[in-house]
């Protein structure tokens, strides 16, 4: 079964950055649609970024875009998320998450995902 293992979270000034991993485990495709979501004020989960293994291609959310990057190591099979000039407003518990089975095109949209880690908490001091 696949598994999803987030780390990285914690507390940042404002201004700051963090770089936040997600470990994917037992996955058997190279292309893989792979995303960080962030917990938000309602009952569905905010997107951040994605990133669709293999082709190397990201997308972000207008919110983060400029101060996020999304990228991933191929050797260890982790996803990363670099965070920039974070802002009070980021400090969230953040998700990584796949979209099984692959698909033929990648995206941030919550509704793409259906396997999901635990999540990690960032907090961002005024």
């Known amino acids: 079964q696949v598994k999803l293992a987030e780390s990285g979270g914690g507390p940042v000034q404002a201004g700051g950055s963090l770089r936040l991993s997600c470990v994917v485990s037992?996955?058997?495709?190279?292309?893989?649609?792979v995303g960080w979501f962030r917990q938000g004020s309602g009952n569905k989960r905010e997107e951040v970024a994605a990133?669709?293994?293999?082709?190397?291609?990201?997308y972000y959310a207008n919110s983060v875009k400029g101060r996020f990057t999304i990228s991933q190591d191929d050797a260890l099979n982790v996803v990363y998320l670099q965070m920039n000039n974070l802002k009070p407003d980021d400090s969230d518990i953040y998700y990584c998450?796949?979209?099984?089975?692959?698909?033929?095109?990648?995206?941030?949209?919550?509704?793409?995902?259906?396997?999901w880690g635990q999540g990690t908490q960032v907090t961002v001091s005024s």
């Open positions: 990133i669709f293994t293999g082709a190397g291609s990201t």
């Open positions: 998450a796949i979209d099984l089975p692959p698909p033929p095109s990648c995206g941030v949209e919550y509704w793409r995902y259906n396997r």
């Open positions: 037992n996955i058997r495709r190279e292309r893989n649609c």
